[in-house]
């Protein structure tokens, strides 16, 4: 793996937990998503990782935005290609994740603000702690979401309520997120991190296969029209007729045993 200032990144049982560890709060700048886009870029073509789980450094944070002087300097130094540059970074890493045929699952520890409501919104599943507050608060500055939250918030809420919360700067608690179906589960605190790596092993249990397709049916049918999406889904069904795992999930079955799948 490389050797990284602000990621750090732990494999165990095939399971990537990648850190974001950019002291106090964990915030972007161009160094730390660089640094996330190189790692994610090994991790999703390591054979030895099934799934991978982003967390922050410490208790306090996931993410709690973007590096407000950086942010400062593109609005009063930088010309405009250079802030066009800065947002499409971001964009690219996010899509990476959102088209990966990993599944890449946000274990929200704390505040999770901004350009790290963004980088959540693009992860397949959100687990949140408890205490974990969560919002697009760019407004507050005079600007607005640049990495993809003003697309992702309202496809998983609504969209009035996305736009409520992207005009209004207001932040929502994991009670409140998990209620419009922002995060899949609230979990206490503590046991955040725990929660998302179970998840993220049981899901490794499967059939690479079988996991990329899924993802790739729904990721790329997600926004057609339900025909155009049956057909994305379809074509995904077949493809797996050349692998041995479907043979040995279904035997499996048949025979009332656990399935050993080998991702052939």
Do not use: Y
């Not at 161009?30 to 190189?38: K, M, N, P």
């Not at 397949?124 to 919002?135: E, K, N, P, V, Y």
């Amino acid at each position: 793996m490389g050797n990284w200032q602000n990621i750090r990144i732990e494999v165990e049982d095939k399971v990537a937990v990648l850190t974001i560890d950019h002291p106090p709060v964990n915030s972007f700048n161009r160094q730390v998503i660089t640094e996330l886009e190189a790692a994610l870029d090994e991790l999703l073509a390591d054979d030895g990782v099934k799934a991978i789980v982003i967390t922050g450094g410490g208790e306090r944070a996931f993410v709690a935005g973007a590096d407000i002087p950086e942010i400062k300097d593109l609005f009063e130094k930088a010309g405009a290609d250079e802030a066009a540059a800065f947002v499409e970074r971001g964009h690219r890493t996010f899509l990476k994740i959102e088209r990966a045929s990993k599944p890449v699952i946000a274990a929200i520890n704390g505040f999770c603000l901004g350009g790290g409501m963004e980088l959540a919104m693009a992860c397949h599943i959100r687990i949140c702690s408890d205490r974990a507050m969560l919002g697009q608060p760019e407004i507050n500055l005079g600007i607005i979401p640049g990495w993809g939250g003003t697309q992702r918030l309202p496809r998983l809420t609504n969209k009035g309520k996305a736009i409520e919360l992207i005009l209004t700067g207001d932040m929502l608690s994991a009670q409140e997120a998990l209620r419009l179906g922002l995060v899949n589960k609230v979990v206490p605190a503590q046991g955040v991190l725990k929660e998302a790596k179970r998840l993220a092993r049981q899901i490794a249990s499967k059939s690479k296969f079988a996991i990329a397709a899924a993802l790739r049916a729904v990721t790329e049918g997600l926004d057609l029209p339900l025909e155009e999406g049956l057909r994305k889904e379809a074509d995904q069904f077949v493809v797996l007729r050349d692998k041995e795992d479907p043979r040995e999930g279904i035997n499996a079955f048949l025979e009332k045993r656990p399935p050993q799948f080998k991702d052939q």
